[in-house]
T-cell receptor
Framework: GQNIDQPTEMTATEGAIVQINCTYQ??????LFWYQQHAGEAPTFLSY??LDGLEEKGRFSSFLSRSKGYSYLLLKELQMKDSASYLC??????????WGAGTKLIIKP | EAQVTQNPRYLITVTGKKLTVTCSQN?????MSWYRQDPGLGLRQIYY???????DKGDVPEGYKVSRKEKRNFPLILESPSPNQTSLYFC??????????????FGAGSRLTVL
């Protein structure tokens, strides 16, 4: 079967760095997405990786290792507004998205 | 402004009373999809549409219907709602559904309660 695993909840301190991991087993791979979702709001796109390596976009970076079925989202210089859920999703062989359950990130002052 | 609009945002209804959640996008996107989101389960796809008059079942289609008569609209129909359909529903669209880099734009969500 197809499966996406990510931690349910993480806590970090304002100004610090946090890494949210995602492991996947899917039928085919056409890229991996990270979305941010604030409580009660719609998910919004953060990043897309299809090749191995690190993609940096401001305070956020996303890493992919296809051979290990592994990705992480790195958030630097954490701000209170980064408190949200972070959703990992993989595009499978039919270009349909398989979603993880999301990681709720709590930022403490 | 490029957006996906869904209505109603909030709805409380009773078992068996047919309802429709509308979804409209103004980005000329070919691909549209409906998801439900429940605590601890993440986003689960209900139905999707690759283009006008083309719809396919997602992971949890039971109890739902959709139609795609026009490119911009993709309504979700609950013919006879039941309490287990109480959930947060999201409509989403993207340029097309035939590439990996298929970035979805989501509507604001519709919170449905079935009593």
């Amino acid at each position: 079967g197809q499966n996406i695993d990510q931690p349910t909840e993480m806590t970090a301190t304002e100004g610090a760095i946090v890494q949210i991991n995602c492991t996947y087993q899917t039928s085919g791979f056409n890229g991996l997405f990270w979305y941010q979702q604030h409580a009660g709001e719609a998910p919004t796109f953060l990043s897309y990786n299809v090749l191995d390596g690190l993609e940096e976009k401001g305070r956020f970076s996303s890493f992919l290792s296809r051979s290990k079925g592994y990705s992480y989202l790195l958030l630097k210089e954490l701000q209170m507004k980064d408190s949200a859920s972070y959703l990992c999703a993989v595009s499978d062989s039919n270009y349909q998205l398989i979603w993880g359950a999301g990681t709720k990130l709590i930022i403490k002052p | 402004e490029a957006q996906v609009t869904q209505n109603p945002r909030y709805l409380i209804t009773v078992t068996g009373k047919k309802l429709t959640v509308t979804c409209s996008q103004n980005m000329n996107h070919e691909y549209m999809s409906w998801y439900r989101q429940d605590p601890g389960l993440g986003l689960r796809q209900i139905y999707y549409s690759m283009n006008v008059e083309v719809t396919d079942k997602g992971d949890v289609p039971e109890g739902y219907k959709v139609s795609r008569k026009e490119k911009r609209n993709f309504p979700l129909i609950l013919e006879s709602p039941s309490p287990n359909q109480t959930s947060l529903y999201f409509c989403a669209s993207s340029l097309d559904g035939t590439s990996g880099a298929n970035v979805l734009t989501f509507g604001a969500g519709s919170r449905l309660t079935v009593l």
